[in-house]
């Protein structure tokens, strides 16, 4: 027969392997939270394309619609539509002139803010470029 002591010891083992240990400072369990969209690395470079028919896409025209960026990103609209296009920002900014069936235009976000956008030909063409 084990002796008390002997019996104790065995018994605390147990409750302790059992148990993970003891610990003084508990470790904090993370809340979730909203996943948030990984950046490029700035002076990196992203892209916009204008498909065929964006016309009549209206806020789906350029894609993505809704682009994410690292200051210092060049953005490079391309167009892949069979007519011309602008990247005009809706404050001043930058305004790609006509981008032609086939052609690109780039621009350089030096600042963080949000940047919406339209094609100055055809009004319901609209996107974002937000920098962070």
Request: with cysteine; glycine share 12%; aromatic share 6%.
């Amino acid at each position: 027969m084990l002796s008390r002591s002997l019996t104790l010891a065995v018994l605390t083992s147990i409750l302790t392997a059992a148990c993970g240990g003891y610990s003084s400072s508990p470790s904090p369990t993370p809340s979730p939270s909203a996943p948030t969209p990984s950046l490029p690395p700035a002076g990196t470079s992203s892209s916009v394309t204008i498909p065929v028919g964006a016309e009549s896409l209206g806020n789906r025209a350029f894609s993505p619609g809704d682009l994410i960026v690292a200051v210092g990103t060049t953005v490079t609209w391309t167009n892949g539509d069979s007519v011309s296009h602008t990247s005009t920002s809706n404050a001043p900014g930058w305004n790609s002139g006509t981008i032609p069936a086939g052609g690109r235009f780039s621009f350089e976000f030096q600042s963080a803010g949000t940047f919406p956008y339209r094609c100055t030909i055809h009004p319901g063409m609209v996107g974002t470029v937000t920098v962070r």
